[in-house]
Every structure is written in C-alpha cells, then in structure tokens.
C-alpha cells in the first residue's frame, strides 16, 4: 500500500511540474490550465521526453531520481508553491483517489502484457533503442509511446506494479477534469451544449473504462483523445474562441502527435488542428518558434521508427527502406495484411476462403459480427445507458443556442462524422 501510495504522488507531483515547467518555457503559460489539466499535460511532455532520452540512455530508476532533483531545485529556486492548491481539492476528488488506488489492487494485467508489452518496457529500461529490433517481435517495431512512458514511470522493484499506478494516474486526472468542469459551469448557471457534451463523455468513461485490466495502448489513446475533444469544445465553441488561438491550435497538435505516437490508427485526430489552421488561416504557424519542439518530436519518432524497424511509419510498407539491412519491410507487408484479416474474425472463421478472398466483399462480415456481438450489445448499451443519465441529469434545463453557436455546433458536427466516416472507411476497408 504504501509503495503505491507514494509512487502515485511521485509520479504526479512529477508530472505537474514537468508540464508546468515546459508550459512556462514555450510561453504557453496563457492557457489557464487547472492543476489536473498541466498534471496530463506533464504526463504527456514526460511521455515526448522519455522518447527523445532513451536514444541516448536507458529510461532506468536513474532518470525519476534526476526529474524529482531537478522538480525539486525549480520548486525551492522559484518558490513556487503551485502544488499547494491541492488544498482546494473536491472531496469528490478524494474519492475518486481511493476508486483508481482500489483499481490498482483489484486489477489483473492487459492480455498483451506478457505477449509484448512487458518485455519492450523492460528493454527500454535497461538499454537505449536497439537498432533492428522489430526482427525479434514484430510487435516491438511498432514502439508505442506509451510503452516508453510505462518505462519511464517505473522503478526495477515494482515495475509491474507501477504499470497500473501510471494507468490509474491518467484515469483519475482525466475524471478530476471532466468533473472539475461540469461542477464549475453548472455552480455559475451557464447550461450549454457543451457541458451536457462533457458529462456525457465522464459517464461514459465511468461506465466503460475504469477496469484497468484493460488498459493496453487503445484505452490510454482513447482517455487523451476524449480530452482533446473536451479541450477543443471548450476552447472553440463560442464566441472568444479567438483569444491566444495560436497557443490554443499548437496545444492540440502536442495532444494528437501523442494519440498517434501511442497508436497510428489514430491518425484521423490530426484533422482538427488542420481544420482549425486553414480556418483561422494560420499557416504562419508553422514558421513559429513554438512550433520548433513539435518538429524535434515528429523527428524523433521518424527516427526510433529508422532505427527499430527500418521504416519511417511501421507497419506501412511504402514507408520502409529496402537499402537498409534492418528493414522489416517483408514484416510489413505480413503484418499489414494479417492484422486486417485478424481484425476481421479471420481466426474464428472456418470456411474454405483463403485470407485474401475472406477479407474481401464483406465476406468477413458475418463471422465477424458473431465473434464480436457480445461486445457491440456492451458498447451499445454503455453508450445508451450515458446517454440516458446526462438527459436526465439535464432534463430541468433549458439548453437555449443562440444562431452562432447553432452555426458552429453544425461544424463540429460535420467534423466529427467526417472523422469517423473515415474511421469506418478504413475499417472496413482495412
């Protein structure tokens, strides 16, 4: 108990002001931010970090003791007292705590964590990238970077243990988020179509996504994503939108370049801030020194991809290098095709289709949707009994938009559907 404890606020307190540190060096100080908003930010600043370090050094016990150093001479230098607004917490907040803490105990380990998972984090802390590593596991060459951030956050005598104290982390600051805000806009009577929006996406989390048993890449990626779309609602929805758009737009492209570092099937994310640039027509954005880490980083992945795999984006094939003598192009083209056909039920299908023809014409439709309609009817019905609540919730009060927010209300939606349009496509598809 008392190691999960401890490790717990370690791993926050360093999170906090790891974002806060980096916000006040690219000036992005003027977002306002709440304390659990910095601390997810400083998780995901660590995450770029820790990604950026390890081609030099192992992410060993080493590196947590020199961030708490290093935390702790800003914290006396600067006398900055910040964490100290924990003071103000919600005792909501306090129980939320001991949930995630119970999910710690109660919680067995993602079915991919003896399959890949463990070993790529133990590789990572004892040692920097190995240069043609996809070739003993096709699954290391896709090199999640929440993986090197479970490397990260991690010491040699716990390691399995902090694995779930990192994912307990995120899960509670995205709660403390979700229900800071719905608190704070409901106590000042503004009731709009984003608040009701938010408290949908917070039930809905409670409902499907507290079992940290189940926290490989893909619930982490959705976590973030959700509050990209609780940060975009907030920040353009309404009529001051424009004020520091600048700082607003580069914020949100650190959010996606982190989903899609976690897993590149969330590419479509990058839409929005591509949206919100050609709207705003800031395109000299690019040209900003603000926008000089994100180009480090978008190197820096193309880099450890080079490296690991020989391919600039695993597993696309186009993207591999056939000169170099670590490529894993033929991996590739294995795994693009296997994990299409796996995706779509292959290993429960029993007909005399061979993979290729099985893929094709919706011929995997079928088996497909026996083999998942179990967890269809759960999302189905997670999603409706969400929905549920927040209409009720929100049954008592009016929701009046004025023309403006109808008008922008209709673009978010038009983007969202476009994204998921796409999301389908692909799936589908591929």
């Not at 490989?216 to 939108?241: E, Q, T």
């Not at 192009?329 to 299908?349: C, F, I, P, Q």
Request: include cysteine; proline fraction near 2%.
């Amino acid at each position: 108990m008392i190691t999960i404890i401890s490790h717990f606020f370690l791993f926050l307190f360093l999170s906090f002001y790891n974002g806060k540190i980096f916000l006040d060096i690219t000036k992005h100080d003027r977002l306002k931010l709440n304390f659990f908003e910095i601390s997810l930010f400083g998780l995901i600043v660590t995450s770029f970090i820790a990604q950026i370090i390890n081609f030099f050094y192992p992410l060993n016990d080493y590196l947590i003791i020199f961030n708490l150093f290093f935390v702790l001479i800003y914290f006396f230098l600067r006398k900055d007292r910040s964490i100290l607004s924990l003071r103000k917490i919600d005792p909501i907040n306090i129980f939320f705590l001991i949930f995630v803490i119970l999910q710690i105990y109660g919680s067995g380990f993602s079915d991919d964590l003896n399959h890949y998972h463990y070993s790529y984090i133990k590789n990572t802390d004892t040692t920097n990238y190995i240069i043609g590593l996809g070739h003993l596991n096709h699954n290391f060459a896709n090199s999640s970077i929440w993986l090197i951030t479970h490397s990260y956050f991690n010491f040699n005598y716990s390691s399995l243990q902090d694995i779930h104290i990192l994912n307990a982390l995120l899960l509670y600051l995205f709660i403390s988020i979700f229900f800071k805000e719905v608190k704070n806009i409901i106590s000042k009577k503004k009731i709009n179509i984003f608040i009701p929006s938010i408290f949908f996406i917070l039930i809905f989390v409670l409902l499907k996504y507290t079992r940290l048993k189940e926290f490989g890449i893909d619930r982490p990626a959705f976590l973030v994503m959700f509050y990209f779309i609780f940060f975009y609602l907030k920040n353009f929805y309404g009529k001051n939108s424009e004020n520091q758009i600048n700082e607003k737009i580069v914020f949100l492209i650190y959010l996606s370049i982190f989903i899609f570092f976690i897993k590149i099937t969330y590419f479509f994310i990058g839409i929005v801030p591509m949206y919100l640039i050609v709207k705003y027509k800031k395109f000299r954005i690019f040209k900003n020194l603000k926008f000089i880490p994100i180009y480090l980083l978008i190197f820096s992945y193309v880099l450890k991809n080079f490296l690991i795999s020989g391919c600039l984006v695993y597993p696309i094939p186009s993207t591999c290098i056939d000169w170099i003598s670590w490529n894993t192009k033929e991996n590739a083209e294995k795994w693009y095709l296997l994990g299409e056909v796996l995706n779509k039920s292959w290993y429960k299908y029993d007909g005399n289709l061979d993979e290729l023809t099985y893929s094709k014409n919706f011929n995997w439709f079928k088996t497909w949707f026996y083999t998942t309609k179990n967890e269809l009817l759960e999302f189905s019905l997670t999603t409706f009994l969400a929905l549920i609540f927040t209409i009720f919730s929100f049954k008592q009060n009016s929701i009046r938009l004025t023309k403006y927010e109808i008008n922008y209300l209709n673009t978010c939606l038009k983007i969202f559907f476009l994204i998921f349009s796409i999301s389908i496509f692909i799936f589908i598809f591929k």
